[in-house]
């Protein structure tokens, strides 16, 4: 097998691919990256058995064939090498590695090793504006699951594709977030749960301000989501996702119109005398025309004050800091709408005028400030 290519090149598509190997597992042929070359072609692949990258580039081919080299290894190697061209020479698994003064001659894994990526064959097709999925999932993915949730199902986003529709869907035990956009598709209806690390992957892949597609394939077991001359193959989570529809309220008691930055500005005001926000909520007094907000820790008290547009009852309820300031950061819109029922009802935050996207944060339990 050799090969000649670009090594600015190369050491993009190997710092992108790469992220797919696996560091969790220590079997020599999956820390490695699988090169391949056909006809003037090379391809890359990195593969941990639940999430796989494959990428082609254009080389310059004098013998075809295949080989697995230490991602880590190969990725230090390209990076320190100098603009130009890079020259890869193998003999069964010793691989010589020249690119203008530079010679390196390390050891490869014989290819056949490596495990094969499975297939998607008969899917669902999808084509989605790249900007459009980058905006929808960053309104998502902060509600999805740490790898460490006690229901692994809500670890992942979940895609609900009906006719002309897509909806996105995560959700962590304390927080919702729901984001629905017009879509060309008239398939069947069908949903399934893309893992979180699939999907941070993907967006990095992403030009959310290009006006090409992302291609999604949608299989029983696993997804293919090809972007640009990238591949990102992934395995679906399985298992009972939590009934949103039913957790969302369907009435208010209280409607608040605010000004997002506004809000914004007066709960990030609160947070230095917070000492840890799952302990030390900020306290929020919906009343009249004006939301109080304060807070108290061991460090100290705050309050502040900012204007707002209430109709309906009073209501002081509690919140999580964070988790309220992820859903307004998440807004992207100059005003949004707050429907609250109780203090331990949930809080529905969304546009003023249409329904692009809901989020829902759980209260938190306040106690006497006396």
Not at 43 to 64: H, K, M, Q, R, W
Not at 211 to 240: A, P, T
């Amino acid at each position: 097998m050799k090969f000649t290519c670009n090594t600015k090149k190369l050491s993009e598509a190997c710092s992108n691919v790469m992220r797919a190997v696996s560091t969790k597992v220590t079997i020599p042929t999956i820390e490695g990256i699988l090169m391949e070359c056909g006809s003037n072609t090379l391809s890359l692949t990195g593969y941990d058995f639940e999430f796989g990258i494959n990428t082609t580039l254009e080389a310059n081919v004098v013998e075809p064939g295949a080989i697995v080299i230490n991602a880590k290894v190969l990725s230090d190697i390209i990076r320190k090498l100098p603009d130009g061209n890079i020259t890869f020479d193998i003999s069964d698994t010793s691989v010589s590695i020249i690119s203008g003064a530079a010679q390196y001659n390390i050891m490869g894994i014989d290819a056949d090793d490596y495990p094969e990526l499975p297939s998607v064959s008969g899917g669902y097709p999808l084509f989605l504006n790249q900007g459009v999925l980058a905006n929808m999932v960053s309104q998502t993915i902060f509600a999805v699951g740490e790898s460490e949730s006690p229901k692994p199902v809500h670890t992942g986003l979940k895609f609900e594709l009906t006719l002309n529709q897509l909806r996105l869907i995560g959700v962590d035990g304390f927080r919702l977030a729901v984001r629905t956009e017009t879509v060309q598709y008239d398939g069947e209806d069908i949903s399934f749960i893309v893992p979180k690390k699939t999907i941070r992957e993907l967006v990095k892949l992403i030009s959310p301000d290009s006006d090409e597609n992302v291609s999604i394939s949608v299989g029983k077991r696993h997804i293919v989501f090809e972007v640009g001359n990238y591949s990102i193959i992934s395995r679906l989570l399985e298992g009972e996702f939590l009934d949103y529809k039913a957790s969302i309220p369907k009435t208010a008691s209280t409607t608040v119109l605010i000004n997002t930055d506004d809000a914004i500005n007066c709960i990030e005001q609160t947070l230095p005398v917070i000492e840890n926000d799952k302990k030390n909520p900020i306290r929020c007094l919906f009343d009249g025309d004006e939301i109080r907000i304060s807070t108290v820790s061991s460090l100290g008290r705050s309050v502040n004050y900012t204007h707002a547009n209430i109709s309906g009852d009073r209501v002081e309820i509690g919140f999580n800091s964070k988790f309220i300031l992820d859903a307004l950061h998440a807004a992207d819109t100059d005003q949004i709408r707050i429907e609250l029922n109780s203090a331990i009802s949930p809080a529905k935050i969304m546009p003023v005028n249409d329904e692009s996207f809901l989020f829902l944060v759980l209260p938190m339990r306040l106690k006497n400030e006396n």
